[in-house]
């Protein structure tokens, strides 16, 4: 297996590494001159083509020929300079390439340069009370009344629903069609009257959800994404921008090092819990996980920079990262014992000792049902990749 990236990469990887040692110099100020500062270097970054590669020139992107390898090394580069890279967030990462996609140039003008800036955050509308893994049964409503819809119904689990301004989301316009024909794709202000959001407080004391009420809420007409009844499709645009990235390898491994770590710093029966021959056995079962996920994250890696599809790879790859993240949290439970018990938020030293690992074990049960559940992955990768009959609860999907 050759895991080099060429001799023309490792030249463009200096001329990367180059533009950060001059031009990534950070002032020793906070709020907003280093927002400006990150603001203008972002700009720069653009400029010498390394940020916003696939976003056209003119809607404030750098433009470049896709290439995952390119992309790779710019990321660990601006990694190891710890300089910023592109804004994240759903907008990003999910409207604006199903824009590029399916969205009219108006749409685009007018959404993509304020998203990239952060200056319109987006929550993913998509869940409903009941509607979830059966996400074609959504149920709010739109209709086109003196050429705006108007929108009733509710919205929840919304990611970063405390910051949103705006949301994309699945809305049921053609009331008469078959459920999956009658979803429209819509944006909306989330600043309006009838709009109403309310946070979800979580086990880990956080409330990074919110659930939304809408209330004869409106969106203008021109703001559906795909025609009326494409919603079902649009939302499934194959996002195929240098997606591939070897980034979720390296958070697992470090994730892993740091499990190694606290079994090193952890007494277990007056020693440290790493010399216990059971606790080294789960480790080495997990870091054997570890390892298959970061050789398939290589395999898809390769594919992309081939230009060939992963498929259902990246199906497993999800798969394999929430349960491997899950096993590491239960280890590091066991390890940590009676602090397991205490409420992550309220501990003084969070972030710091075993309480640091309070978000992290309860949070990785919430990765098994983000973005589709487990189980449901697995339906997906038995029926397409192994052919197996299809599942009778899904029904038509
Ligand atoms: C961290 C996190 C972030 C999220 N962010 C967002 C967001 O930003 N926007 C948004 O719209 N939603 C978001 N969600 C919601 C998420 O998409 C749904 O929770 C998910 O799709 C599951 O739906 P549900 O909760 O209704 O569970 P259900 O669909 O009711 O499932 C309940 C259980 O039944 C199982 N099940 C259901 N159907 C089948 C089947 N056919 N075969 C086998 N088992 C089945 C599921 O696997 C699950 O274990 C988020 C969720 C989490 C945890």
New binding site residues.
């Given amino acids: 297996m050759d895991l080099s990236y060429g001799a023309e990469n490792e030249r463009f990887r200096l001329e990367v590494r180059e533009f950060l040692a001059e031009g990534w110099k950070p002032p020793a100020v906070r709020g907003a001159e280093l927002r400006a500062y990150i603001d203008d270097f972002r700009q720069r970054g653009v400029t010498k083509g390394y940020l916003y590669r696939t976003i056209p020139k003119r809607f404030g992107g750098s433009e470049q020929p896709v290439d995952v390898v390119k992309a790779q090394v710019i990321r660990e580069e601006f990694g190891r300079a710890r300089a910023p890279m592109e804004v994240t967030g759903?907008g990003m990462n999910m409207l604006v390439p199903t824009l590029l996609d399916r969205g009219t140039d108006a749409q685009r003008e007018f959404f993509i340069r304020p998203t990239m800036a952060g200056k319109f955050i987006w929550?993913?509308?998509?869940?409903e009370p009941g509607?979830?893994?059966?996400l074609a049964s959504v149920r709010t409503k739109g209709e086109l009344i003196n050429g705006e819809w108007v929108i009733n119904g509710q919205?929840i689990?919304?990611?970063q629903g405390q910051q949103a301004n705006y949301m994309f989301a699945l809305i049921r316009t053609e009331p008469g069609a078959p459920k999956h024909e009658g979803i429209s794709y819509l944006l909306i202000d989330l600043n309006q009257p009838g709009v109403t959001r309310r946070p979800i407080k979580q086990i880990t004391g956080g409330a990074d959800?919110c659930e939304f009420f809408f209330e004869d809420v409106k969106t203008p007409a021109e703001w559906i994404v795909g025609e009326r009844g494409e919603g079902w499709n649009v939302s499934r645009t194959t996002l195929k921008h240098e997606r591939a990235s070897i980034g979720s390898a390296d958070g697992l491994g470090a994730q892993f090092r740091k499990l190694v770590e606290l079994a090193q710093t952890t007494p277990r029966n007056g020693k440290p819990a790493i010399q216990d021959p059971l606790i080294r056995e789960a480790l080495v079962k997990i870091e054997g996980w570890v390892l298959a996920h970061r050789c398939s994250s290589y395999r898809i890696f390769s594919l992309a920079a081939a230009r060939e599809e992963p498929g259902i790879i990246s199906l497993m790859m999800k798969l394999l990262l929430t349960e491997t993240g899950h096993e590491i949290a239960l280890l590091a439970q066991e390890l940590i014992g009676d602090f397991a018990l205490l409420e992550a938020s309220q501990t003084e030293t969070r972030g710091r000792g075993p309480e640091k690992w309070l978000d992290q074990i309860m949070g990785s049960l919430?990765?098994s049902?983000?973005?589709?559940?487990?189980?449901?992955q697995r339906?997906i990768i038995g029926e397409r990749g192994l052919g197996l009959p299809r599942?009778l609860?899904?029904g038509d999907k």
Avoid: L, P
């Fill in positions: 759903n929550g993913q509308g998509y869940s509607t979830g893994s059966d919205k689990w919304t990611s959800f919430g990765n049902i983000a973005g589709g559940t487990t189980n449901i339906n599942d609860a899904m």
